[in-house]
């Protein structure tokens, strides 16, 4: 397991080990920074090559870096750089799980209950994107049996992506949100993506792309007045144009990028992307060849976002 010292990564880890899996966790922390302990965890940093790695059944590369902001080049050093050593260091193993996103899925078209055969890179506002298409293109090319997974907006219990930035933009007194509130969207919750996981370990599976969402859509307005009352915060919201919000995260990179910023606007056209326009996928190949039955939904999964637990 690589990235295992990451949100993700790190549930993942945690979990198969609960449910009789032997896992050899990987992180680039150094074992004094980890939130929890992490089973059999060494620190290994991808970027820097290759290293001595025990004998697996199976890889589960997870480390990627993760964001809406920075250079082509820093995301392109982990996330495809760093996917070629994962590769080339466990070359022997016959079962490689590559954790990707739904965010490689072209911009520039419409993505109402995607399948996994959508065009892919095509019109994408990060290097996140940019990259993770990358990487799955490496992957896929390697002939060998690999499995590709492609979640979209991964949230729970310690996340420190969605419900962070969320309740950051709320703490102003009222969360301004792109669009009307009305485009529906799939998230997928960390509990589901493991059992998406240990679905591939488990079947005869041992290539092929698939999308890994909850059992049920939202829409924008849906979900985020039930993450927030269920963080105890009353969901004061204010939808603004897409067309306004848009023109103002331009605005907004634009001023970044002059002054030289290493750390994200708080609005970026990739955010208006996620928050105003309609982003669905179907999960169907995933539920008949991998046998995944997703139990957890934005309106019952487990939160806590605070403290991890």
């Not at 929890?36 to 870096?65: F, K, M, N, S």
């Not at 996928?281 to 991998?290: E, I, P, V």
């Amino acid at each position: 397991m690589t990235g295992a010292s990451g949100f993700l990564g790190g549930w993942l880890a945690r979990m198969l080990t609960d449910r009789g899996h032997t896992v050899f966790a990987y992180g680039q922390r150094p074992v004094t920074a980890l939130a929890q302990p992490l089973p059999r965890y060494e620190q290994w940093d991808i970027c820097a090559g290759p290293t001595q790695v025990a004998e697996v059944d199976a890889v589960i590369h997870c480390a990627a870096r993760v964001g809406d902001w920075g250079s082509d080049a820093d995301y392109r050093r982990v996330n495809v750089q760093g996917t070629r050593v994962v590769l080339e260091t466990f070359g022997g193993c016959d079962r490689f799980v590559h954790v990707s996103s739904a965010s490689v899925y072209s911009g520039d078209r419409p993505n109402q209950q995607l399948t996994e055969d959508a065009s892919v890179g095509s019109g994408l506002y990060t290097a996140y994107a940019r990259t993770k298409a990358e990487a799955e293109q490496l992957v896929l090319a390697s002939g060998r049996p690999a499995v590709v997974l492609r979640p979209h907006i991964v949230y729970g219990p310690g996340d420190t992506t969605l419900m962070p930035r969320v309740l950051a933009a709320r703490r102003w007194g009222c969360l301004a949100v792109p669009g009307n509130g009305r485009n529906r969207i799939s998230v997928t919750h960390v509990f589901n993506f493991v059992h998406a996981v240990e679905c591939v370990l488990k079947s005869s599976v041992t290539h092929g792309t698939f999308n890994i969402a909850d059992p049920e859509d939202a829409s924008v307005d849906e979900l985020l007045r039930s993450l927030l009352l269920r963080s105890g915060i009353a969901p004061r919201l204010l939808y603004v144009p897409r067309s306004i919000a848009w023109a103002a995260a331009l605005v907004s990179e634009r001023a970044w990028r002059m002054a030289g910023k290493s750390r994200a606007p708080q609005l970026t056209r990739y955010l208006v992307a996620k928050l105003a326009d309609e982003h669905t996928l179907d999960s169907t190949r995933a539920r008949n060849l991998l046998g995944y039955e997703p139990c957890h939904t934005f309106r019952d999964a487990p939160m806590h976002w605070e403290n991890g637990q």
